[in-house]
């Protein structure tokens, strides 16, 4: 049933479309339709194409009670957008439809599972979120919410568990055709942890046990959690709230982990045997991944920070928008991230160096420049015994503006920094990470996308992502040496219409 909430919905982001330019959005990233995107939901694959949903505030390009934008694809890189799928309109989630999960069910339809909130007044007037497990069934265009809403509840919590924040649902097949659920909670005096579910037909669920607990390891509160079999080990994908930095693996706020071990399904144990930061930029949060048909597992994330999203004026029309999808692997007990292989079939224009030395100077290059690029450099030093000082790669320049990566192989680290990309505000601009390099020798891949960039170092090792809001006008890119090196470098400008 569509309601009439759903439908005012419908009929704004189809009106407030029109006035959005393609040049104003990002060329290959999903970003919203209108207004507001935050975390990705029910990443999918059903009936022939991937659906991403979205946590979305269609009227407002700030946050505010949560809808569920919708968007389609057959590559993962160029999306059509749909019909929102979900809007705050039930008794039991009046005050927003937060985030959840898809799933395909036996006959066919499409089953939605996601926090339904409602606002509770305490009697000092502070307003608390109420948190349940609601779901919803459609066909890929239409969803029906369950008459049975919600389907969990404070009284399907453990002891000490909170029902402000009990929350983001992701379900998977167990191996026996049953299934299983986690969802992130609050053990009061403890911090965040991950509780199991199970049931025989995703409606009626039965709680198993805390399956992962962080007493205050990893921030506070943990949410927005995946969990999935790779390359014979078992990932846990979460988001954590108010973090502290562990030396430069972790930062300060909100951030990404993933942990990798092994997971006993008879016994639905999970061994953690090591964990680490997703992303090591500035913006990246709430990621979910799917299975494609061919096996792979791919990985899509909130391309934003919850400390710096808020900024902007009211006047603009859209904010928010998701990675590049990111293939995954592991490798020597690292969680490997690369670009999807279909993103090479969006790239023209090769341009290549070879043996390029630099000493002590900045230089740029013809044809090494734009906004929407694939820029690949390879970097040695040029007497192996006498390692280069810094290396520093400057983009989206212009004589006044420029966002940098740089990189200090006598420390081993790497950073990302866009205080001069035009911000006039007191933000994060900076963030660095420890990278592995042999002697010098290291391998950096720059995707840009108009207002973001994605930097994969060694392959995938690691990540750095950030957005930027420096104006399009400024494509230079120069190379500078604290030293002397010798770079590799090829580039190609991406053409999102191939």
């Keep these: 049933m569509i309601t009439q909430v759903l439908r005012d919905c419908r009929k704004y982001e189809e009106e407030k479309e029109q006035f959005i330019t393609e040049k104003e959005r990002p060329a290959f990233h999903l970003s919203s339709r209108a207004g507001w995107m935050n975390d990705p939901n029910g990443f999918s694959y059903y009936k022939g194409q991937y659906h991403m949903f979205y946590q979305y505030h269609p009227f407002d390009s700030h946050w505010g009670p949560m809808h569920w934008g919708h968007a389609v694809s057959n590559d993962l890189l160029h999306w059509t957008y749909l019909p929102a799928a979900m809007a705050p309109d039930m008794p039991y989630d009046r005050n927003g439809c937060f985030s ?76 026996d055709g049953s299934y299983r659920c986690m969802i992130a909670n609050n053990r009061i005096g403890h911090g965040g942890r991950m509780l199991l579910y199970k049931s025989e037909d995703c409606i009626h669920w039965e709680f198993v046990k805390s399956l992962v607990e962080n007493n205050y390891r990893l921030g506070l509160m943990w949410e927005c959690p995946d969990f999935f079999e790779l390359d014979g080990k078992q990932v846990l994908l979460a988001s954590s709230q108010d973090m502290l930095p562990k030396g430069l693996e972790y930062h300060n706020g909100n951030g990404t982990f993933y942990m990798i071990g092994k997971y006993d399904q008879d016994e639905e144990v999970f061994k953690e045997e090591t964990n680490h930061s997703i992303d090591y930029g500035i913006d990246f949060y709430a990621p979910q991944t799917v299975l494609t048909p061919d096996g792979r597992r791919i990985m899509i994330g909130w391309m934003q920070n919850w400390d710096t999203c808020n900024l902007h004026t009211a006047s603009i029309p859209w904010f928010g928008q998701m990675s590049l999808p990111r293939e995954l692997s592991i490798k020597n007990g690292v969680l490997y991230q690369t670009p999807i292989r279909e993103f090479n079939d969006l790239r023209c224009d090769e341009r290549a160096y070879e043996e390029v030395k630099l000493e002590d100077d900045e230089i740029e290059l013809p044809g090494i420049d734009g906004r929407m690029i694939d820029l690949t450099i390879d970097l040695k030093p040029q007497d192996p015994m006498r390692i280069y000082q810094k290396f520093a790669l400057r983009f989206a320049q212009d004589d006044e503006f420029h966002t940098a990566i740089s990189f200090r192989p006598h420390e081993s680290t790497l950073k990302i920094n866009r205080k001069f990309s035009g911000s006039r505000r007191a933000i994060l601009h900076q963030r660095r990470a420890y990278v592995n390099h042999n002697n010098g020798a290291l391998r950096l891949r720059l995707i840009l996308d108009r207002y973001s960039a994605e930097v994969f170092v060694n392959d995938g090792e690691k990540v750095m992502s950030v957005t930027i809001t420096t104006d399009l006008s400024a494509k230079g890119i120069s190379f500078f040496a604290d030293g002397a090196l010798i770079m590799d470098i090829v580039k190609y400008t991406i053409d999102p219409k191939k």
């Design 100 to 175: 959840g999960c898809a799933i395909e069910l036996p006959d066919g339809q499409h089953l939605l599972m996601y926090t339904g909130v409602i606002h509770e007044y305490t009697k000092s007037g502070e307003v608390r979120e109420v948190q349940t497990q609601c779901l919803a069934f459609g066909d890929g265009m239409d969803y029906t919410k369950y008459e049975g809403n919600p389907v969990l509840t404070e009284k399907d919590l453990p002891l000490g568990g909170s029902r402000y924040a009990f929350r983001d649902p992701k379900i998977w097949k167990h191996a």
